[in-house]
């Protein structure tokens, strides 16, 4: 019973970061060419950070709110893989307290990135005009969708 509420917990974190942490860099959208391919295995954050603000249209009237944005999303997803190096390199050393402790901190760093996320977002949202939230809500939409569907198959 334990085990399944701790994977539960985990598969709860992993939804969660997917749509708050990664979900802004891992936008589902069309087909993009194959430089940006390319730039994505090299990079993927900066790469999907390109393509949200191209799919966006960010105006140069939103470029501070977007830059703040960017920069909680690459703060969110160094703290991310800064987290799961340490939990790679302790994990043949753990012991079944020390492997919830690390479910626990990566359901805490998902918790602190979404506090930081939401209100970077919200303020561009904000200034969004309703062409660009239109876009915005497909977009996150279909990222809940993909989220769910995965959770109930």
Avoid: C
């Amino acid at each position: 019973m334990f085990m399944q509420s701790a994977v539960r917990i985990v598969a709860t974190a992993a939804l969660f970061g997917s749509i708050v942490l990664a979900g802004p860099l891992a936008i589902a959208g069309p087909a993009t060419t194959e430089p940006a391919v390319a730039a994505a295995k090299a990079d993927p954050v900066e790469a999907r950070i390109k393509e949200l603000h191209n799919r966006l249209h960010i105006t140069a009237a939103q470029q501070s709110q977007w830059d703040k944005l960017v920069q909680v999303m690459r703060d969110n997803a160094k703290a991310m893989e800064d987290l799961q190096k340490q939990r790679g390199q302790d994990v043949n050393v753990m012991s079944a307290v020390d492997a919830v402790k690390s479910y626990q901190a990566v359901i805490e760093a998902h918790e602190a990135g979404m506090a930081k996320f939401v209100p970077a977002f919200q303020a561009l949202y904000d200034s969004m005009s309703p062409a660009q939230k239109k876009t915005a809500d497909a977009m996150f939409r279909t990222k809940v969708r993909t989220a769910v569907a995965k959770k109930g198959a």
